[in-house]
T-cell receptor
C-alpha cells in the first residue's frame, strides 16, 4: 500500500520557535507538495518540489521554507512560528497528470 | 480568477438516504476535476477523476457528473452509510502543463443513524 507519512499528527510549539514538519513518500514520485488547510478555506499551496533540491513557491510561502535533499523526503520549516500559522498541514506527492496522495496531516498549534 | 465553489457547506442526512453535493468552477483552461473524501483527522483520498470529455463516472456508491458547458460537477452518494461522514472536496486542475490545482472549501457531510 503506497504511503505518504507525516512524522507528527499533533504538535504544539511556542511563538518564535523553529518548527520542522517532515514528510516521506514511498512511491518514487518526483513531485511533492505542502498545503495548509484552514476551516472554510480550500487547501492552500505553500511550496512544492518537482525534483531533488528543487523548490517552487506556492500561493502562501511567506514565513515558510522547505528542504528536499532526497527524493522521498520533503520538509517544511517554519523559521519563527507565529500564532497565525496554527493550522492543519498536509503533505502530498504525485506524478504529473495523476492525483495526489496525501499524508494524514499534522495539526500544528502555536501558542 | 480561478475559483472552485462547493455547496452546501454542510449537510446532515439519515443513514440509507441519498444526497448530492455540488461544485461550480471558473477554472480555465480546464484539465480535469477530482472529488476527494477527507475523513476527520486524515488526508484527502481520491474518489473520482473526470476529464473534459467525460460526464459521468462511478465508484461504488459514489457517482460524479460533469457538465463542462456550465462548469458544474456533482457528487451523488447512494444509500448513505455512517462511514460516509466526511468532508468532500472538489479539486479542479488547470491545463497549463504544470501543477496548478484549485481546491474547493469542501462540503461537510454528517450521516446520522
Amino acid at each position: 500500500d503506497v504511503k505518504v507519512t507525516q512524522s507528527s499528527r499533533y504538535l504544539v510549539k511556542r511563538t518564535g520557535e523553529k518548527v520542522f514538519l517532515e514528510c516521506v513518500q514511498d512511491m518514487d514520485h518526483e513531485n511533492m507538495f505542502w498545503y495548509r488547510q484552514d476551516p472554510g478555506l480550500g487547501l492552500r499551496l505553500i511550496y512544492f518540489s518537482y525534483d531533488v533540491k528543487m523548490k517552487e513557491k506556492g500561493d502562501i510561502p511567506e514565513g515558510y521554507s522547505v528542504s528536499r535533499e532526497k527524493k522521498e523526503r520533503f520538509s517544511l520549516i517554519l523559521e519563527s512560528a507565529s500564532t497565525n500559522q496554527t493550522s492543519m498541514y498536509l503533505c502530498a506527492s504525485r506524478r504529473l497528470n495523476y492525483g495526489y496522495t496525501f499524508g494524514s496531516g499534522t495539526r500544528l498549534t502555536v501558542v | 480568477k480561478n475559483q472552485v465553489e462547493q455547496s452546501p457547506q454542510s449537510l446532515i442526512i439519515l443513514e440509507g438516504k441519498n444526497c448530492t453535493l455540488q461544485c461550480n468552477y471558473t477554472v480555465s483552461p480546464f484539465s480535469n476535476l477530482r472529488w476527494y473524501k477527507q475523513d476527520t483527522g486524515r488526508g484527502p483520498v481520491s474518489l473520482t477523476i473526470m476529464t473534459f470529455s467525460e460526464n459521468t463516472k462511478s465508484n461504488g456508491r459514489y457517482t460524479a457528473t460533469l457538465d463542462a458547458d456550465t462548469k458544474q460537477s456533482s457528487l451523488h452518494i447512494t444509500a448513505s452509510q455512517l462511514s460516509d461522514s466526511a468532508s468532500y472536496i472538489c479539486v479542479v486542475s488547470v491545463n497549463t502543463g504544470g501543477f496548478k490545482t484549485i481546491f474547493g472549501a469542501g462540503t461537510r457531510l454528517f450521516v446520522k443513524a
